[in-house]
């Protein structure tokens, strides 16, 4: 262990019980996407740690999943597509990781093709543009096998199970653990927020988000722009009450989508439901939508205010055609999608990689 990672495993680092922001309270915490088949510990998430960053999870020995999620953008690769183990390109773009624990629905991908976060944990393994343990590399055996070989993963199951048994249940659970773990607490956004929640009850409401972050009462550091504090009320508000019904879909404070949203018109026709990773750190994609097809927020804003087509995929309430909006109303839009940037979760050592070859 100590030849190859920086770990102490005298004294694992804490994922079980984070100290976050009191909004994010019980109820918060309890929307997880955990279940009692697999609940975070310290030294689960220790051993995902290592999972993640590790490039020999890949045949060749060049990608690990932070290859493509990237902790200082958020998670994310910033190009449209991501670079696979052999050089190929995949066809979506990447998913932002901060706050996969929240979304309710579940199922994983941007078309919920995997049924949990466990279950989507080995499918890049075994992609054969992404980490190449496919059938003709001899898929999760070779690299079980592979694993046994490596000094160190004996040594961290069995510190972690009990026993040095390498499973590929064992790798999904550690593995979900260890991105349960990345919450986003800390962004802008969540800092002043967290001023009105103390103020007003302590309790997540559409009342204490529609709360004014531009006041005094916010300290001069966190408090908004006008711009940015425009964008919150209208991304906030229901289109019925005079905003543009964001919150409706991408939900505060986790800002995970609702796990009853349907897509959001793309392309004329659409039949596929999309989902969409927790808007955190969304400024930091680089790309967005499924496909990476947009390269700025404007563009995004741009979409919602006029491009909505019409499809069985997509959501009732987003109108073909789009949300009427003014140019102002999307550049406060776009403002406040910045607040949403967490640069410590970004930069939080627990998330770095462990390695030292
Ligand atoms: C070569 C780039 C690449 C590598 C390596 C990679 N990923 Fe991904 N990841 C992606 C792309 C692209 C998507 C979206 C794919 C899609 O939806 O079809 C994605 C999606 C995900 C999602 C879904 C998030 C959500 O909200 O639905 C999770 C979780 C994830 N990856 C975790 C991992 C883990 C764990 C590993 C390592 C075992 C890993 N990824 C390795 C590129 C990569
Ligand atoms: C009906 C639910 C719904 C509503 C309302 C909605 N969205 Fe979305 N949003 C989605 C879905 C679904 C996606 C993912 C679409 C895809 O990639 O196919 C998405 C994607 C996004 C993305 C890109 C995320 C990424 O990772 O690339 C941004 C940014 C965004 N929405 C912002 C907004 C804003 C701002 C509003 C309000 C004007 C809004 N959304 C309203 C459902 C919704």
Same mark, same amino acid.
């Given at each position: ?29 309890? /929307? ?28 060749? *020995? ?13 998670? @994310? ?22 706050? @996969? &624990?929240?979304?309710?629905? +579940? ?33 999760? +055996?070779?690299?079980l096998t592979k694993m046994k070989d490596l000094p160190y993963y004996p040594e961290l199951f069995t510190w972690?199970?009990? *026993? ?12 979900? $653990?260890? $991105? ?18 103390? &103020? ?13 972050? &531009? ?11 006008? /711009? ?40 004329? +026709? ?10 955190? +750190?969304? &400024? ?47 550049? *406060?839009?776009?403002?406040?999608? $910045? ?19």
């Amino acid at each position: 262990m100590a030849a190859f990672t920086t770990l102490n495993l005298d004294a694992p680092q804490n994922y079980a019980s984070p100290s976050l922001l009191a909004h994010y309270d019980a109820g918060v915490l309890a /929307s997880s996407n955990q279940t009692p088949n697999n609940i975070t510990t310290d030294k689960g998430a220790t051993l995902g740690r290592v999972l993640f960053h590790d490039v020999r999870l890949s045949f060749n *020995d060049t990608k690990s999943c932070a290859s493509c999620h990237v902790q200082s953008n958020g998670f @994310v690769d910033p190009n449209q597509f991501s670079t696979g183990f052999a050089g190929g390109l995949t066809t979506a773009h990447a998913m932002r990781l901060g706050n @996969v &624990a929240f979304y309710q629905g +579940n199922s994983m991908f941007w078309n919920k093709r995997a049924t949990s976060v466990e279950d989507q944990a080995t499918d890049p393994i075994q992609n054969a543009t992404e980490m190449g343990f496919d059938a003709t590399h001899g898929g999760m +055996n070779a690299l079980l096998t592979k694993m046994k070989d490596l000094p160190y993963y004996p040594e961290l199951f069995t510190w972690v199970f009990g *026993d040095s048994a390498i499973t590929e249940a064992r790798i999904q659970n550690a593995l979900a $653990q260890f $991105q349960r773990s990345m919450i986003s607490a800390n962004s802008k956004w969540d800092r002043a927020y967290a001023v009105v929640y103390a &103020a007003n009850g302590s309790v997540n409401t559409p009342q204490n988000f529609g709360r004014s972050l &531009a006041g005094t009462n916010i300290p001069a550091a966190n408090r908004f722009s006008t /711009s940015e504090d425009n964008g919150r009320d209208l991304f906030m508000r229901g289109p019925n009450n005079g905003g543009k019904g964001c919150a409706g879909c991408h939900e505060p404070p986790t800002f995970a989508l609702d796990p009853n949203s349907k897509s959001n018109g793309l392309d004329l +026709n659409e039949t596929v439901i999309f989902k969409s990773p927790s808007l955190k +750190n969304v &400024a930091l994609s680089g790309r967005f939508m499924h496909d990476g097809r947009f390269s700025t927020l404007d563009q995004v804003l741009n979409h919602y205010a006029t491009g909505i087509q019409a499809g069985t995929a997509r959501d009732n309430r987003l109108p073909v055609g789009g949300i009427a909006m003014t140019a102002q109303e999307q550049a *406060d839009l776009v403002a406040f999608l $910045q607040t949403l940037t967490d640069t410590t979760l970004n930069a939080d050592a627990r998330f770095g990689s462990p390695f030292i070859k």
